[in-house]
């Protein structure tokens, strides 16, 4: 099959595409704007292949966005092109409405009008792949409140609500057009190339420079945590036998409050940060946690 995923130089989509050229035989069209969260290192290990390509374009481009579809016939589509950050989505949510939803339903109509003129053949193996995330859900209460596909949607930040809008925007182009439609839901996901601003690398880097770490009010948010390659292989997982129409969470069975995350990582740089680094303080004053690692 040839592949096109939308945000493959971010964070997830990056570790799809590695997945997808080291453990299939399919051909992967990375598109992507390279947004400030696009990092082009994250392919360096498959961007030589034969079977790989990029093109730059921005999904709310819908011209280009034709010439993609047409020049390249994709069999499926697996978006993942977002404005992920909530914080950001915070200070300036105009991006996440036009990447997110505006983006989001550029892509639909760009996929359907080329849907609709495939041959039956190709038109019944089509799949457009949504991938979403658990926060359109809300917050997670703790370990026995985990979210089911039925649970109904809560989002409390610009960015959960332009994700659950998107959402929304897919599962209309299924009922209203027919467009073949698979969605999913993750967690927060962790692992190579993850962004410096998201929770676990800030905390590891800012532990490394003496810095404070960042934790909101007393750090007591549940998160569950995926591995991103386990995500990567879900998500093919779900392209390749997923219900059409259907919606499927990807979880990890790993809720954490923010503050144990915090305290886990303090523990492991203990143990592999070298003994002069070792002397750790912890000072909790205003809601924000300070681990002190002295200079050399
Ligand atoms: N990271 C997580 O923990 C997590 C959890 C659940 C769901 N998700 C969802 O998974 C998807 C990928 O997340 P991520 O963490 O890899 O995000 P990311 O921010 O690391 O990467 C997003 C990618 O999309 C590209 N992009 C942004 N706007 C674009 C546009 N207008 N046109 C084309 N490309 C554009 C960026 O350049 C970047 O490469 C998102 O839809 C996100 O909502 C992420």
Redesign the pocket.
């Known amino acids: 099959m040839k592949l096109l995923i ?8 990056s570790a799809v595409i590695r997945y997808l050229i080291q453990h299939t035989s399919h051909h992967v069209i990375n ?5 400030y ?3 082009l290192n994250s392919l360096i290990e498959v961007a030589q292949d034969p079977r790989y390509l990029f093109e730059q ?4 481009d819908q011209a280009e966005l034709e010439r993609v579809f047409s020049e390249h016939q994709p069999d499926a589509v697996m978006h ?6 909530v914080d950001r989505s915070i200070d300036g949510p105009a991006a996440f409405i036009q ?1 997110n939803i505006v ?1 989001t339903s550029k892509l639909l109509e760009v996929a359907r009008t080329y849907w609709q003129a495939l041959n039956a053949e190709r038109k019944a193996a089509f799949r457009f792949h949504h ?5 359109v859900y809300g917050d997670l209460e703790g370990p026995e409140g985990l979210f089911s596909e039925q649970t109904p949607y809560a989002p409390s930040s610009p960015y959960s609500a332009s ?1 659950a809008s998107s959402d929304h925007l897919v599962r209309a182009w299924h009922r209203t057009y027919g467009l073949p439609v698979v969605l999913t839901n ?4 962790y692992g190579p190339y993850h ?1 410096p601003e ?1 929770l676990i690398p800030l905390i590891i880097l800012n532990a490394l420079e003496s810095k404070p770490l960042p934790v909101y009010g007393k750090g007591e948010q549940i998160r569950d945590w995926l591995f991103v390659e386990d995500h990567a292989r879900a998500l093919y997982a779900v392209l390749s036998a997923g219900k059409i129409g259907e919606t499927y969470n990807i979880g990890g069975h790993n809720e954490k409050q923010n503050i144990e995350v915090v305290h886990t990582i303090c523990d492991l740089l203990q143990e592999v940060v070298p003994p002069r680094f070792c002397t750790k303080s912890w000072l909790a004053s205003n809601g924000r946690c300070t681990l002190r690692i002295p200079s050399p």
Request: hydrophobic share 30%; net charge negative.
């Open positions: 939308t945000g493959g130089a971010g964070f997830i989509g598109l992507d704007k390279l947004t969260a696009g990092n374009v921005d999904i709310c993942l092109a977002a404005e992920s950050h990447t983006g991938i979403s995330t658990d926060e994700k993750c967690s927060n996901n962004f998201k």
